[in-house]
Every structure is written in C-alpha cells, then in structure tokens.
C-alpha cells in the first residue's frame, strides 16, 4: 500500500528565513510520481510540482526547491528566503503510474511565516 | 469560470438529512476526483470518474454515500441519513485525464451536520 508521512504537523519561521518541508513516502511501485501542493487558508490546493520517480535530479524553482532522494524514500521542499504569503498547509502526495489509484496525500505540514 | 466551482461553499444541516455537494470541473477535464478532509488532515479519496462512469469508489466510506456524473461534466456527490461523523470539507477536482498528472481543485464544501 501507498502511504505519505509529514513528521512536521507545524512549522513556524520569522520571515526570510529557510525552512525545509520533509516527506518521506512508501510504495512497493517500481514507477510513481510525487507531488507537492500548497493549501492556502482559502482552502483551494494549489499544485506546486510533479517529479517522476525515474528522475532523481534536484529541482529549482524561483525561492522553491525539491530534494528527492529514492535511497531515503524521502521529497522534501524547501523554501528559501520564506515570505509572509508562503503561509499555508503543505501537502505531499503519491501516485502509481497506471493512473488507476487515486493520489495518496501526507497529513499536512502547517508552515506560519511571522513578519 | 476558469476553475473548479464547487456549492455550496458552507452547508449545515442535521442529523439525518440528505445533502447534495456540487462540483462544476474545469470544462474538457475528463477526469473528475472527490476527495473528504478532516480538520487537520490531508485529503482523502473518496471516488473518481472517467467520463460519466465511476472508475473508482472504493473510497466511499459506506452506502450512504453516492456520486453520480451523467453527462460526464458536473457531478453531484450525495449524502444520505447524515451523520456527525461526516462533518468534513469535501473537495473536488478536475483533470485532463486520468493519469499522474496535476488535479486541480476547487474551494471545496464545508458540511457541518449538527
């Protein structure tokens, strides 16, 4: 079976600063994807990024990152120089590549950016 | 509208009743997702269709929970005999099609059952 753990349930930073979002995912799937999606207190997730299992490379997005690595199971995010309107609920999620099972979410991590 | 509608955005009902969750998808979107979130916790699946069929309900919780799509654009997710339990915002999302790609959600409904 399919399963997502965020350890972090919630996070608090001062602004500007890093903070790293941990995921660490189990699957018996040889291929899958894992996603990230940021939920702000409006409540619509939002889709952050998609990384397929095959590629290992670090992503960069502007202030974003992702570090996925298979040996550790892990996807974590992280945000760099972190603003006020990064506050929200982050969630990390998984899915087979058949398209027959459903996206498997984590618990959330609540990240508050104090100015 | 561009995005994912769901209604009504807030619902309280008692126990009991029956409720009709709405949700409008971004349109050509094939794919169609209902996904339960708890307070505090992440998304749930519920039941997804392709088309106007259910390609997936094994997350329906028990029988008094139906989804129906027949044309294979809006889709309502039905509720019978509410019970407490069921309190939750119920999220929908939509997709080109079925697949690992991006689902994009709408605001969700928040059911209180009182």
């Known amino acids: 079976a399919q399963k997502v753990t965020q350890a972090q349930t919630e996070i608090s930073v001062v602004e500007k600063e890093d903070v790293t979002l941990d995921c660490v995912y189990e699957t018996r799937d040889t291929t899958y994807y894992l996603f990230w999606y940021k939920q702000p207190p409006s409540g619509e997730l939002v889709f952050l990024i998609r990384r397929n299992s095959f590629d290992e490379q670090n992503e960069i997005s502007g202030r974003y990152s992702w570090n996925f690595q298979k040996s550790t199971s892990s996807f974590n995010f992280t945000i760099t120089a972190s603003q006020v309107v990064d506050s929200a609920v982050y969630f990390c999620?998984?899915?087979?590549?058949?398209?027959?099972?459903?996206?498997?979410f984590g618990k959330g991590t609540r990240l508050s950016v104090i100015a | 509208g561009a995005g994912v509608s769901q209604t009504p955005s807030n619902k309280v009902t008692e126990k009991g009743k029956y409720v009709e969750l709405r949700c409008d998808p971004i349109s050509g979107h094939t794919a169609l997702y209902w996904y339960r979130q708890s307070l505090g916790q992440g998304p749930e699946f519920l039941i997804y269709?392709?088309?106007?069929?259910?390609?997936?309900d094994s997350g329906l919780p028990n029988d008094r929970f139906f989804a129906v799509r027949p044309e294979g654009s809006v889709s309502t997710l039905k509720i019978q005999r509410t019970e407490r339990g069921d309190s939750a915002m119920y999220l929908c999302a939509s997709s080109p099609s079925t697949g690992p790609g991006e689902l994009f959600f709408g605001e969700g409904s928040r059911l209180t059952v009182l």
């Open positions: 269709f392709q088309g106007t069929g259910a390609a997936d």
């Open positions: 999620a998984l899915s087979d590549d058949s398209g027959n099972t459903p996206l498997v």
